[in-house]
């Protein structure tokens, strides 16, 4: 897992101040995606190539999973579940429907962030000359 990813799941582990039921939140959809990201970025790390697009793009795909998480349990102690997740059972095998999963909502969400973009460009004169 590349540095970044590690440094958040840290820093995020030393500022909980309570810890959730990790067996409750191993079957969250969102943490899974965290885990499953996390693991992603772990294997791009592992082949030793240097993607800076590709690992910027799971980057963020890492973050926006981790920011719904943080929605709904601030303080999380990540560890705990994820490492609880991780090593269930089985795991292994759910891995690819997790990534299938997670990563159609992110294309998803990318494509309605570029729609926003495009419509926000066409009506805010950012950075043009304004006449007057």
């Known amino acids: 897992m590349p540095l970044l990813a590690l440094s958040i ?61 943080d929605a709904r349990h601030p303080g999380l102690d990540y560890a705990r579940p994820l490492t609880a997740l991780m090593n269930a059972p089985g795991y292994a095998q759910e891995l690819p429907a997790d990534l299938k999963r997670c990563g159609a909502e992110a294309e998803e969400r990318g494509r309605t962030l570029q729609t926003l973009g495009d419509r926000l460009k066409a009506a805010v004169p950012l950075g043009r000359a304004s006449s007057g």
């Not at 799941?9 to 079957?27: E, F, S, T």
């Not at 959809?29 to 190539?49: E, F, W, Y």
């Open 9 to 69: 799941l840290a820093a995020a582990a030393a500022a909980a101040p309570a810890v959730p039921d990790p067996a409750g939140l191993i079957r969250d959809p969102d943490l899974r995606c965290v885990a499953a990201v996390s693991a992603a970025l772990g294997i791009l790390a592992d082949r030793k190539t240097d993607d800076a697009e590709q690992t910027a793009g799971l980057t963020a795909v890492f973050m926006y999973y981790l920011g719904k998480v």
